[in-house]
């Protein structure tokens, strides 16, 4: 059964970092790219950021190119997202996800995805 359990959301200020963790189960991890995802209340799914099986090869969303950061532990079966100099408006909850077909790259068609992380950025 595949799993992906999401954790380190919490509440920063604004210009603070988090670093999101993701830890998968129940599939061979490195062998599938995997996504962050995003959703605002009333508002549509966002794709942040795709990384592939080896850890060599990123793609975000333009507004998360210059202070987020994929990056996963195949050993540890574990996807991270660091975020720097958050901002108000990265409050939401932030999901992981599996893209569906061994080496293929997703973005919003993922078959997997976690419970989620509420992450809050307030002063």
């Known amino acids: 059964e595949v799993q992906l359990v999401e954790s380190g959301g919490g509440l920063v200020q604004p210009g603070e970092s988090l670093r999101l963790s993701c830890a998968a189960s129940?599939?061979?991890?490195?062998?599938?790219?995997m996504i962050w995802v995003r959703q605002a209340p009333g508002k549509g799914l966002e794709w942040i950021s795709t990384?592939?099986?080896?850890?060599?090869?990123?793609s975000y969303v333009d507004s998360a190119k210059d202070r987020f950061t994929i990056s996963r532990d195949n050993a540890k079966n574990t996807l991270y997202l660091r975020m720097n100099s958050l901002k108000a408006e990265d409050t939401t909850v932030y999901y992981c996800?599996?893209?569906?077909?061994?080496?293929?790259?997703?973005?919003?068609?993922?078959?997997?995805w976690g419970q989620g992380t509420q992450v809050t950025v307030s002063s």
């Open positions: 990384i592939n099986g080896g850890g060599s090869s990123t």
């Open positions: 129940g599939f061979t991890f490195s062998s599938y790219h």
């Open positions: 996800a599996k893209c569906p077909k061994s080496g293929t790259w997703c973005d919003t068609d993922f078959d997997y």
